[in-house]
């Protein structure tokens, strides 16, 4: 029988112990109303329409004055337990005539953020004038320390080949004499293009220079993402150099890494680094606009993919580096892209906010992520009330006084549901622990529901591709093979608990899976909208749903 139930205030307090997946919570149910007969769906209540974008970010910040983050450049400084977020602020010729100049924020706990350089946050690293400087516009870098002094090695990019004697994109050094400082470069470093008769594209794609210290071999590596004909084929590769002092750069003729068996368009924002014995490739797939990593056992490999999923974050994070402060914990800090005219139809932009994951190793030397221990004590400082406003189809609470429900479906498009109102906060975390017992189709969270059946955004468990899903698409046009919004593998096995934490800061939406995924999204109809969770041809448990939120938005 198909029922729907009248609306249930949740009163969350201090009253009684409530167990979830991270721990105790505090719940004070009222009485559950008895189960009104309905014989058609009721939608009237639900809100949908997109709201305006908020610009208030705090746990995912953008520029103070409004631009996107760009690919961003961290930096742990240990003197200060600091991580120093050095980034490409999006302007192009802008009223001080920088395109992409470097820009910088820092936090002591990933919850909070705050500028960095002259005045209250000024330019660190600005462009060059002329029009055929070699740095007439800034990429991509990284930063390193040597007795004191910050080295920073960015991407020149002048745009002007046409009429300027150099290639378009080299690399550069500039020096800074502490963080947070503005960096001045150096004009007696020679720039770093693409070797020439050595089958490069010469003329463009040679950027994004990672610069790692080897302290067994007492050297620098740096890397670049290029491209090159590699026996007639033209593939992105990962060049390197190595040096002993900074400055002096020895090409090896050699790849860091082809790309294997895949060839990949350009392998952007490279970087090595070491966790414990095992070495780490990451990169930025340019056409897919996903992250990967190799794994090795030495800083020139062979790498070798994951022995688990292949990757660990969707189409949401990108151009991600990571640090590793002096506890020995790593975060991977990236960028969420925008959308053109900040809807959800809009082309996939370049920028967007800055995105701290915290990144572990497995026991089989993999990488997984999930929400930083910091981030997550700042959002459950409350837990406040949300109302569930309807339930559809063959739902069944089981465990009293809580939000914790059974839901079944027998056939494809048979959406069964519970449906919530909109939550009014501008952060804060929705937190569940989720099973199934089995799988015809999905199951899993729906966000700026029209409906409970069809006219919602799906976030969704897929057993039958090992993949969770965001779909924008409606439910009746979904299909085998409809390409999703955004995905991450993720391994489903049934009567298995897996928790899920979703973090919502105005349209940046990041779901953690199990402790070991995420998935990052752009979903501007995602705030002050109706949710709720659904099955479809399945059935499947959603333990203790709760919400909870900093103590100041």
Avoid at 56 to 76: H, K, L, R, S
Avoid at 329 to 356: E, K, M
Wanted: aromatic residues 14%; neutral net charge; hydrophobic residues 35%.
């Amino acid at each position: 029988m198909k029922t729907n139930f009248s609306r249930l205030r949740l009163r969350l307090g201090a009253g009684l112990a409530l167990l979830l997946a991270g721990g105790c919570q505090n719940l004070t149910p009222e009485a559950t109303p008895a189960p009104v007969a309905s014989a058609s769906r009721s939608d009237a209540a639900l809100t949908c329409a997109q709201q305006p974008e908020g610009t208030n970010y705090v746990i995912y910040p953008q520029c103070a004055d409004g631009p996107a983050v760009g690919d961003v450049m961290p930096y742990y400084n240990a003197a200060d337990n600091r991580t120093y977020s050095y980034f490409l602020k999006d302007v192009w010729n802008d009223a001080t005539t920088q395109r992409h100049p470097w820009y910088g924020l820092y936090t002591d706990n990933f919850s909070a953020y705050y500028p960095v350089g002259p005045g209250t946050g000024g330019e660190l690293l600005g462009c060059s004038a002329p029009t055929c400087a070699p740095d007439f516009a800034l990429g991509t870098g990284s930063i390193v320390q040597r007795n004191g002094t910050l080295y920073a090695y960015y991407t020149g990019f002048n745009p002007n080949t046409s009429s300027c004697p150099n290639p378009k994109e080299g690399v550069m050094l500039a020096t800074a004499p502490a963080v947070g400082q503005a960096f001045v470069k150096n004009l007696n470093f020679q720039t770093l293009y693409a070797p020439a008769g050595l089958n490069f594209d010469s003329n463009d794609n040679f950027r994004d220079p990672y610069v790692y210290y080897d302290a067994a071999a007492a050297k620098y590596y740096l890397l670049v993402a290029a491209r090159r004909n590699v026996a007639g084929t033209w593939r992105g590769v990962i060049a390197y150099y190595t040096s002993p002092d900074l400055l002096t750069w020895t090409y090896q003729d050699a790849y860091q890494y082809a790309g294997g068996s895949t060839n990949f368009f350009m392998m952007e924002c490279p970087q090595l680094l070491k966790l414990g014995s095992t070495y780490y490739l990451l990169f930025s797939d340019m056409d897919a606009k996903t992250m990967y990593y190799r794994k090795g056992s030495s800083p020139t490999g062979p790498w070798s993919a994951p022995a688990g999923n292949a990757r660990f974050e969707g189409n949401g994070c990108y151009g991600g580096k990571v640090i590793t402060d002096k506890y020995g914990d790593s975060y991977l800090q990236a960028w969420v892209h925008r959308r053109a005219g900040a809807t959800d139809t809009g082309a996939w932009q370049w920028g967007g906010n800055l995105l701290t994951h915290k990144l572990y190793q497995l026991a089989n030397g993999d990488l997984a992520l999930t929400i930083p221990h910091t981030l997550k004590s700042y959002l459950e400082a409350t837990t406040p009330a949300f109302t569930k406003s309807s339930q559809w189809g063959n739902v069944t609470n089981v465990l009293a006084n809580t939000e914790s429900y059974r839901l079944v479906s027998t056939a494809n498009n048979d959406v069964a549901n519970v449906l919530y109102d909109p939550i009014n906060l501008t952060r804060f975390k929705i937190s569940a622990t989720v099973s199934y017992a089995s799988a015809g189709k999905d199951f899993g969270f729906l966000l700026a529901a029209c409906d409970g059946y069809n006219q919602f955004y799906s976030l969704r468990f897929v057993p039958g591709q090992n993949r969770f899903r965001l779909d924008f698409t409606n439910r009746a046009s979904l299909t085998s093979t409809t390409v999703a919004t955004a995905d991450v593998p993720f391994p489903l096995q049934p009567n298995t608990d897996y928790t899920v934490d979703i973090v919502e800061e105005n349209s940046v939406v990041v779901v953690y899976l199990n402790n070991v995924a995420a998935l990052t999204a752009r979903i501007y109809k995602a705030p002050k909208t109706s949710w709720g969770v659904f099955v479809d041809n399945s059935t499947a448990t959603f333990k203790n749903i709760v919400v909870k939120a900093p103590a100041v938005q």
